[in-house]
């Protein structure tokens, strides 16, 4: 059929988990720029800002959270569908393969992973016809915490801090307000959101991700919604919810909107929401060989500029340094806005470890110890297993079970991501424990502190799902919940909440 078709969707698939647009390292450079130095947005994003480059340079995934595979794929008249999408499938296997992506496809009801990102529903494929004669193909592949932050918005409905949304422009304005105040650091911020106005429920959150695939800089052919876009992109970051919820000046990268007609009696605002991890890429393939005739979004000509022109994190002198087991007295002496390095053994848990133990003693000792709450991409060579992604994955997922956990076991700190809630928080002070957050999506950073993986249990959780046991070496996080009842979390929704209602 077309013989390079194969290798240019490999290619396209490899790239887009390894190489972020130029578009989005443009955004995430004035993020940067931005920032004050010293401020925790700033050592965020300098983080950030070095895995994006380690990810480019080593090809390796930027974020561990692979997300779902969609492609947007436009075919000449005649074109065999049916063959593409299973070369499309193949490919992807053949990247979960090499450890580019993360397999991440589950059985809803078994919670089975399929190992290969292959399943109902997985991945995502859309033919469109057209009248050219090449076939474009665009990925998207965005992760479950920013997907998780997704919102639909049935108006007229009332938006906390922001009073009633109605029918019309501003009323879609408040709605997209009052979604990136929700999404707060959990879905990675910065981020950018696309957005749809009308449609049915599900045409409205298909529409509002299609606008991820315009570029960060493009302007509204639709003059109202051009006018919307920039007055959203010109207020919101008022709101200082910053770098992953720490506070800071960005806390939105894009706004892209769209419309769909609606039913007289339906009026939906569906904001999808992307993290800083803004992870899309195109090609137009040459209709009788399937080679690559162009990218979409890059030049390959231009090759990309490093996102940090100086050393990345580098140690102040002020970083405490902690060695597990960790005892109650040294994490009592831990206070929120400190930069710990950890070093010893911690172990990932998530979704079904922590479930797991609530009903089941731990596989290996925790008291003193350090839970990690990340879904990681691990590769086996030989006997032993290869660190190929370990950033966190969000935490508040965990609030149910999480203050019990830590009574339970004894752990002395968890590692995440956009923070925990008030459970969580109260067990902190009970137990002698603290709530450190890692740099969301900064995975090939922190792959590069795993010293060892040493063992894994639990491994019929699947890769994301199991408990790996890492020997980690200055693994850097901030301490955002410590022990005497304080979050920076609460803080920074606090403060946020007030400066939204100033956007009324
Ligand atoms: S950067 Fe954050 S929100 Fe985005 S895919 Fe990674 S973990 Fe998920």
Redesign the pocket.
């Known amino acids: 059929m077309l013989p390079a078709f194969f290798g240019s969707a490999l290619e396209l698939i490899i790239k887009t988990s390894t190489d972020l647009a130029p578009d989005v390292r443009a955004a995430m450079k004035v993020a940067l720029s931005d920032e004050p130095a010293g401020t925790q947005s700033a050592q965020a994003l300098t983080i950030i800002a070095q895995n994006i480059d380690q990810a480019a340079e080593g090809e390796g995934a930027i974020?561990?959270?692979t997300?779902t595979p969609t492609f947007e794929i436009k075919v000449p008249v005649g074109a065999n569908q049916m063959w593409m999408a299973q070369q499309i499938k193949d490919a992807i296997a053949e990247a979960t393969r090499r450890g580019k992506l993360r397999p991440n496809s589950v059985d809803s009801v078994t919670g089975k992973n399929s190992g290969n990102n292959l399943g109902p529903g997985s991945p995502v494929i859309h033919f469109e016809q057209w009248d050219r004669n090449e076939i474009e193909v665009k990925l998207l592949l965005?992760?479950?915490?920013?997907e998780n932050t997704n919102i639909q918005y049935s108006v007229p409905c009332e938006v906390s801090s922001l009073g009633r949304a109605d029918r019309d422009l501003e009323g879609v304005r408040k709605c997209i307000l009052h979604a990136v105040w929700l999404a707060q650091g959990k879905?990675?911020s910065p981020g950018a959101v696309g957005v749809c106005i009308g449609g049915d429920r599900a045409s409205g959150y298909a529409h509002a991700k299609q606008q991820l695939f315009r570029t960060l800089d493009d302007v509204n052919p639709d003059p109202a919604l051009a006018e919307l876009e920039a007055t959203i992109m010109r207020t919101v970051n008022v709101l200082g919810v910053g770098t992953m919820g720490f506070g800071g000046r960005t806390t939105l990268i894009g706004c892209k909107v769209g419309t769909l007609n609606r039913l007289p009696a339906s009026f939906f605002v569906s904001v999808a929401y992307d993290?800083?991890?803004f992870r899309r890429l195109g090609v137009v393939l040459d209709a009788k060989d399937g080679s690559i005739r162009r990218w979409l979004y890059r030049d390959p000509s231009h090759p990309s500029i490093p996102m940090l022109d100086q050393a990345g994190f580098t140690r102040t002198g002020r970083e405490v340094v902690l060695t597990s087991p960790i005892s109650e007295a040294q994490i009592r002496s831990l206070k929120v806005g400190d930069v710990v390095l950890l070093n010893g053994m911690m172990y990932t848990g998530r979704d079904s470890v922590h479930s797991y133990l609530m009903k089941n003693p731990p596989p290996v000792d925790l008291q003193g110890g350090i839970l990690y709450h990340c879904g990681p991409v691990v590769l086996k060579e030989g006997d032993a297993w290869r660190m190929m992604a370990a950033?966190?994955?969000?935490s508040i997922r965990e609030e149910p079970y999480q203050g019990e956990v830590i009574r339970r076991y004894g752990i002395r700190a968890v590692i995440g991501?956009g923070g925990m809630g008030a459970k969580t928080l109260a067990a902190l002070q009970e137990a002698g424990a603290v709530y450190l957050s890692a740099i969301?999506?900064a995975?090939q950073f922190y792959a590069k502190c795993v010293e060892k993986v040493s063992d894994v249990s639990l491994l019929e959780f699947g890769v994301p799902e199991a408990m790996w046991h890492l020997r980690v070496n200055d693994f850097p996080c901030i301490v955002t919940m410590d022990a005497h009842g304080n979050s920076l979390h609460k803080d920074v929704e606090t403060a946020s909440a007030k400066s939204l209602a100033t956007l009324a």
Do not use: H, N, S
């Not at 965005?142 to 920013?146: A, H, L, S, T, V």
């Not at 950033?391 to 969000?394: A, D, F, I, Q, V």
């Open positions: 974020c561990q959270d997300g965005k992760g479950g915490g920013c879905g990675c993290c800083w991890a950033g966190p994955t969000t991501k969301g999506g995975a």
